[in-house]
């Protein structure tokens, strides 16, 4: 059967607002359940992570999966707003061992801020929770969580992402405000 055009374009909308819908329901979540997640959550989490778009192609990102109850504990003494109880923990690091170091430094955070959005991002698709917490620029953090988790020189901390089974609701949002958006220079305001 042929569906009309204005058929085909009411369900290509409805299909992009379903997928827009998802960046408005990841919401910062701190409180878990203790349900482990499975090999193929966290494969699909790494997955979505490595298909972030990066400066010229060079994937500075590695990651270091944390499921262990003595090492999730030490992510915990470390990080001041990373208190969760929370059954995994994905460690996004920036790797400038590279030959090609110096374009590297310049574009690693982004990098790996993009592989760490589509993390949240498949989190939320998968129905689980995830929370953000940064350690780089601190250098005692980066020091501590090195050390932990023997991470060489050369490769940075970005951050400690805690996934799990959320253990509590929020309602989706976007935080949206007319007042940031400017039309063709910066003080001019874009009216919507």
């Known amino acids: 059967m042929m569906l009309s055009n204005s058929w085909n374009s009411q369900i290509k909308q409805a299909r992009i607002m379903n997928e827009v819908d998802w960046i408005f329901q990841r919401r910062s979540i701190r409180k878990f359940t203790d349900q482990k ?3 193929q ?15 010229m192609n060079m994937k500075p990102w590695k990651f270091v999966v944390v499921q262990s109850t003595e090492q999730l504990a030490s992510l915990r003494r470390i990080l001041p707003f990373g ?3 929370a059954p995994c923990a994905i460690v996004v690091c920036g790797d400038l061992r590279s030959a090609k170091r110096a374009v590297m430094e310049r ?5 790996c801020s993009a592989a760490t959005q589509n ?9 689980l929770g995830s929370v953000w ?3 780089h620029p601190i250098g005692t953090l980066e020091k501590a969580i090195r050390k932990v988790l023997e991470i060489p020189d050369g490769v940075i901390p970005l951050n400690v992402i805690y996934v799990g089974y959320p253990a509590e609701a929020k309602d989706a949002r976007t935080q949206f405000t007319e007042e940031s958006v400017f ?3 910066f003080d001019n305001p874009r009216k919507l």
Not at 107 to 111: H, L, N
Not at 119 to 127: N, R
């Open 37 to 39: 997640l499975s090999t």
């Open 41 to 55: 959550q966290i494969t699909t989490l790494l997955e979505a992570a490595m298909a972030a778009p990066s400066a």
């Open 83 to 85: 208190k969760m109880e």
């Open 107 to 111: 574009f690693w955070v982004q990098d």
């Open 119 to 127: 993390i949240l991002l498949a989190a939320t698709t998968l129905e």
């Open 133 to 135: 917490c940064g350690v």
């Open 183 to 185: 039309a063709d220079r």
